[in-house]
């Protein structure tokens, strides 16, 4: 194992890093905690951690100070936690001089390696190293970090390009928009409807429509054997397949374990119910999907209340689901539920005493502040637009709102000086983070 490990720090120091789009975020690196990146897989991680590598180097960092290694690299799947001191010994065998000087250690997917933690905590505790880590599921932020590293890590969850990603990779605007007039409200358009069709995964964005689809569809394909399957020793994937496809087609609706185990039972598939909970829990974990509960101060409302389901991008769910079958709203509401998770939003969806539904009622992890936002394709459509906008009404009035937001694709106006009414190309490059 150590030959290898020398071979892949080797090549590693050798190679030139790939040209990048800047992503949105940035590493918080504080001494003393590891910084954990966590996402679903082809999201991005890898590539943000090029960024961080090409950042220190343009700082004046010696690359040999810097170590990376893909713990899904073939040469390491014999790699175990008794292999981590190899990575030491071959390191600063090569750089001795290393040993008393700062460095940096980049870990891809490391949660390939049962017990990884112990090793990380080690190093946090006895070598001046900056630590980075990457892992395809959110165990990473739960249990395994809360548990073995013990408030010494920082996390940062990396997303398929956000609009304004998009176009800064496809080379239409470098920099936010300040001003909206005709031709860059056009340009605009034309993006947004591209971005909803497309998502933001940075590997098929320049890929012809049928293979985009066929690589979108092998994504599915991968966190399943890999996150869930491999790692979980699921026996029932025809089970598990299902669901995802169910779940897909309804993105953006209220699931019911219940009624979905009715559903299979009818079909003749065998499943039980707590194999399904379990499942459901798994593709959350792996970052595809995410749950959103009803709005109640009270924990068992919001059990025994189906959640909402959402899909972390439009693109992976045009491939799945045959064009013309899928409710283009829905579309609109899955791309507002990812664009304010990546602003560092929490949603619950809201249910009023008269009977009408809210979308999200949005509050900030940091800032605690809370906002209420409906979504709907197109003011045209009246008896829609009217539901949704009654809904936004009797919401603000029972739970005290001054101001709401309704997304439109299109549609800009202002309701009683109080309800904002925007279309979704401005809201999603306007919006603070």
């Known amino acids: 194992m150590k030959n290898i490990i020398s071979q892949l720090i080797d090549d590693f120091h050798e ?7 800047p992503r949105n975020k940035e590493f918080s690196e504080v001494k003393g905690k590891a910084d954990v990146v966590i996402g679903m897989r082809r999201a991005g991680k890898t590539w943000f951690c090029y960024q961080k590598i090409k950042s220190l180097t343009a700082a004046g960092i010696n690359k040999e100070k810097i170590l990376y290694l893909n713990f899904e ?89 956000s609009f304004e990603e998009f176009l800064k990779y496809h080379g239409i605007f470098s920099e936010r928009p300040k001003k909206f007039g005709t031709n860059t409200a056009s340009i605009l358009r034309k993006a947004v409807g591209n971005y909803l069709e497309i998502g933001g995964f940075p590997e098929i964005q320049k890929t012809q429509r049928d293979l985009r689809i066929e690589i979108l569809q092998g994504y599915i394909d991968s966190v399943l054997l890999k996150d869930i399957v491999e790692r979980h020793n699921i026996g029932n994937v025809p089970a598990l397949k299902h669901l995802v496809r169910h779940i897909m087609n309804s993105s953006g609706g209220k699931f019911s374990v219940n009624k979905f185990f009715n559903t299979m039972k009818s079909m003749a598939i065998k499943c039980t119910k707590n194999s399904l909970y379990e499942y459901l829990d798994h593709l959350t974990d792996a970052f595809l ?26 693109g992976l769910l045009n491939s799945m689901t045959f064009r013309g079958s899928y409710d283009r709203g829905r579309l ?68 005290s709102f001054s101001n709401g937001t309704i997304i439109t694709w299109d549609d800009e106006t202002v309701i009683d000086d109080k309800i904002k009414v925007i279309p979704v190309w401005k809201w999603l490059i306007t919006e603070e983070d």
């Open 15 to 21: 190679r030139e890093l790939p040209e990048l789009v």
């Open 73 to 161: 690299d073939d040469r390491l799947l014999e790699f175990r936690v008794k292999n981590f001191q190899e990575i030491l010994d071959v390191y600063f065998g090569k750089y001795p001089e290393n040993r008393n000087t700062r460095c940096y250690f980049f870990f891809d997917e490391i949660q390939r390696i049962d017990q990884w933690e112990i090793f990380i905590r080690r190093l946090l505790d006895t070598e001046d190293i900056q630590i980075f880590i990457t892992g395809s599921s959110s165990k990473l932020l739960g249990m395994e970090i809360a548990t073995s590293l013990r408030g010494r890590s920082l996390a940062i969850e990396i997303y398929p390009f």
């Open 289 to 314: 999907f995410y749950k959103v509960p009803v709005h109640s101060r009270s924990e068992k409302t919001k059990i025994t209340n189906p959640a909402k389901i959402y899909t972390i991008d439009t």
């Open 332 to 399: 609109l509401e899955n791309m507002a539920f990812m664009h304010l998770r990546r602003r560092g939003y929490e949603m619950e969806y809201l249910t009023t005493k008269d009977g009408y539904e809210v979308d999200f009622i949005a509050r900030h992890r940091i800032s605690g502040s809370a906002r209420l936002i409906q979504t709907c394709w197109e003011m045209s459509d009246k008896k829609t637009f009217e539901r949704e906008l009654r809904g936004l009404k009797s919401a603000m009035d029972e739970f």
